[in-house]
Nanobody, 114 residues
């Protein structure tokens, strides 16, 4: 079982990035999926999620209107981020959970320069 996240990088204030996470070894569509991030101020905070067997996303207040989470196929999840701000600088992790089982990706660094 593996989650592989990619798509991070360096972007200017106001720019956009798309993160993707590909799962293998399990049926991702049966799992709730989400993105979390670790910032310099917070150990971990939720960004967005989609419950198992659903396609609609739920967002942290700071992400509403700027970020979009989606299931990009049977075993991939995406996070489209727009109007990025320096405060969004963090390591972003993808997550898949079902009942008491949770899988985590390795994290991808997003840096927003002012």
């Amino acid at each position: 079982v593996q989650l592989q996240a990619f798509g991070g990088g360096l972007v200017d204030d106001g720019g956009s990035l798309k993160l993707s996470c590909v799962g293998s070894g399990f049926r991702m569509f049966q799992y709730g999926i989400g993105w979390f991030r670790h910032t310099s101020e917070k150990e971990r905070e939720a960004v967005a999620c989609i419950p198992a067997l659903q396609s609609s996303g739920y967002y942290a207040d700071y992400a509403k209107g700027r970020f979009t989470i989606s299931r990009g196929g049977a075993n991939r999840i995406d996070l489209q981020m727009t109007n990025l701000k320096p405060g969004d600088t963090a390591v972003y992790y993808c997550n898949a959970e079902r009942y008491e089982v949770a899988y985590w990706g390795q994290g991808t660094q997003v840096t927003v320069s002012s």
